[in-house]
């Protein structure tokens, strides 16, 4: 079964193809990170308007690729929540008109759980039972997971999500946009050790997250204490920003690693699995790499390519949902 998959949730236009819910025939994703660089984030009309100019040529390049003709997929998959509402409302149509003209069925995919699945593609079995931590730019969640649609949430963010954390600081420190993999990039000259941010570990028996006060830290520590939002330091060498770069990422890295496995522990599970565009921060791979082997856990990375936003961990869930006869009707709503 060929399950063609769009994904505009954000500032990322993405369409594959993919074959029984693991063989990835195709994925290509058109970045929108040039013309939102200069505003430092994502303004969400250019998104909408990048969006209408890219989806046509991408998913015509996704389906060229696999080398199957629109009329030919089994399904369209598209992501319709949650998300920009008008970025989402671009993918939704694109769907829906692709799924009405050559009549195929329409499948509505939750973004979050597309990153869960993330973890699947390209595997000969599927990883499950695990945990799965999903840290993005708008979501730092942990699941005990099932199957691809069987997820129980055991703790998420009660303030700003990792990768949100990651693109404020690297605001604050004067580093390039996007922030997460400016922070990666800074923290290889710094040292993890150099200030002690204190961990928000929260309640011990909690796996809730709360990223906002390192962030905050982060601030009072280079601009002084009391400084607003928009203060920015003026004299930090190289040194003293890779440093600090380096101490921030140590912290959240700390936090996530750290509940991720006694959730593992707790819930008696001895596989992890991790998603999201944070889950291509090679510190926090390798600090996953370590601790899941020390403790004897099984671990699951995707490849880079499908922890940041790509259509092709839609298509493939949406592959369980076919064969379980879960589609949407032509009205499937867009849902901020
Ligand atoms: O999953 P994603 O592509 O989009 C959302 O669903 O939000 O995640 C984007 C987030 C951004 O906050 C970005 O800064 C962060 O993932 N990110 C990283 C890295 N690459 C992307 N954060 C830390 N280190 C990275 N290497
Ligand atoms: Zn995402």
Redesign the pocket.
């Given at each position: 079964m060929k399950i063609l998959g769009i994904e505009t949730?954000?500032?990322?236009t993405c369409a594959a193809v993919v074959e029984d819910g693991r063989r990835v025939l195709s994925s290509v994703v058109a970045s929108q990170t040039d013309l939102h660089r200069k505003y430092g984030g994502v303004v969400p009309e250019i998104a909408s308007r990048a969006h209408l100019e890219s989806l046509v040529p991408v998913v015509g390049e996704a389906l060229e690729v696999a080398a199957v003709g629109a009329g030919e997929v089994d399904a369209v998959a598209v992501v319709h929540r949650p998300?920009l509402i008008g970025s989402l409302l671009l993918g939704v149509t694109a769907a829906k008109t692709l799924a009405w003209l050559h009549d195929r069925p329409l499948v509505g995919i939750d973004?979050?759980e597309s990153?869960i699945y993330a973890a699947c593609l390209e595997r000969e079995a599927l990883p499950f039972p695990c945990v799965g931590l999903?840290?993005?730019?708008?979501?730092t969640s942990l699941y005990a997971c099932d199957g691809p649609r069987s997820q129980t949430l055991l703790g998420a963010t009660t303030d700003d999500?990792?990768?949100?954390?990651?693109?404020k600081v690297?605001g604050i420190l004067g580093l390039g946009y996007?922030?997460?993999?400016?922070?990666?990039?800074a923290s290889e000259r710094g040292s993890p050790k150099a200030v002690r941010f204190s961990r928000p570990w929260l309640d011990r028996d909690s796996f809730d997250f709360s990223f906002s006060g390192v962030k905050t830290a982060v601030l009072y520590h280079v601009c002084g204490h009391g400084a607003g939002a928009k203060t920015r330091p003026t004299d930090l060498t190289e040194q003293e920003t890779a440093d600090v770069a380096a101490s921030f990422?140590e912290c959240v890295v700390d936090v996530l690693v750290g509940k991720t496995l006694r959730a593992a522990e707790v819930r008696g599970l001895d596989r992890i699995i991790v998603?999201?565009?944070?889950?291509?921060?090679?510190?926090?791979r390798t600090r996953f790499e370590q601790e899941a082997a020390a403790a004897g856990l099984d671990l699951v990375l995707p490849p880079?390519r499908y922890?940041?936003?790509?259509a092709a961990m839609v298509a493939g869930l949406a592959y369980h949902d076919v064969r379980a006869g879960e589609v949407a009707a032509l009205d499937l709503e867009a849902r901020a």
């Open positions: 949730s954000c500032d990322e998300g973004h979050v990153h999903i840290v993005s730019g708008g979501h999500a990792a990768g949100e954390a990651f693109d690297a996007p922030g997460g993999p400016s922070i990666d990039k990422q998603g999201g565009g944070v889950a291509a921060n090679r510190r926090l880079m922890c940041t936003d790509n």
